[in-house]
Structures are given as C-alpha cells and as structure tokens.
C-alpha cells in the first residue's frame, strides 16, 4: 500500500518537439495528481532505486498506477520507441493526443494493446469529436463511433474516457457539457 501510495495516482503529461523542429530533442515532464489534492507533493519515482527488494516490488507501479498524456503525436511515437518491452506490458492508462488518433483511426497505426497488452483505459482528446462529427451530428452519436472504433480495432476490454489535451480546460468542458446533454 506505501508503494502504491508513492508511485500511484498521477497525471504523467510527456511535452516534447514534433518532427522536423531544429532544436535538440528534450522532453519535458509535468507531474499532476489524477484527482485534486491540497498536500501534493511532485513525486520524483525513485522509491526503486532504494534497493534491489523493493525495486522487485515497486518498479512496475509507475506503469500501472499512473496516467500518461502527450502533447502530440510524435511525442508519443518517441516514448513508445524508447519505453522498454517490460514497461510497456505494464502501461495500464494512456491520454491519447489527438493528432495520433487521426491515422489511427485511418488504420495506419497498430491497436493499443499490441503496443501496451495490458492497457485498460483511453483517454481521448474532446477535439476528435469535432474532426469527425458528420453534418451536424451530436457528440454523443460521435463519442459512441469512437467507442466503437476502439473497441472493434483493439478491444471491448478497454475505458474509453475523454481529456482536455491542448484544448485547455474551459473549451473542454465546454464541449463535453454538449455531449453530456
């Protein structure tokens, strides 16, 4: 329960460049809790480094407890690259940004599951509802294409939830009050 409490519960948001920028490559990290908190304190995971029993113990919670959202979709693609085999099979929540899920929805990107076998929750970008609602459909009718989408192409196992990606919260919540009804 300690590790979990340590190394669980957070909103792991990776920001990194898109193809094609000059600059050097960094990514930088910014850590939230998953739900609101007054006490928060910026975990820095290495509890498993402390030694080799509690690293055995510990070091997948990272993967399973938290959440990890991308600025884009080159971000992501890097991440997925460099995220070791092992970690990746652990990977239980991901925030899907939204330029990544428009060739996945074209079928040029491989189902989830076969990248992350474990995953159990999607967070979708809200805006993806508005780049595929046809004339004047509702976002709930648009929301369930998506549900379906996903749970036809990787699997019925997975929540599909939504996120406020680059939108920013207020034009987030703006839509999903639409769509809540």
Known sequence: MIWAYALGGHQIDIHGHRRGYKFPYKAIV???PLESETN???PNFRLPQVCRQIYAESAHMVYTLNTFGFNNGDTMERWI???PLGWKRVVTSIDVPLSYMRPYRAGRRQPFQRKFPNVKRLGIDVLHLDYIRENGESYEHAKSRVQKLIHDWDSKEIKVDWHAGATGPEIADQIIREFNG
């Open 81 to 83: 690259k460099v995220l």
């Open 30 to 32: 910014h850590i939230a």
């Open 40 to 42: 928060f304190v910026t």
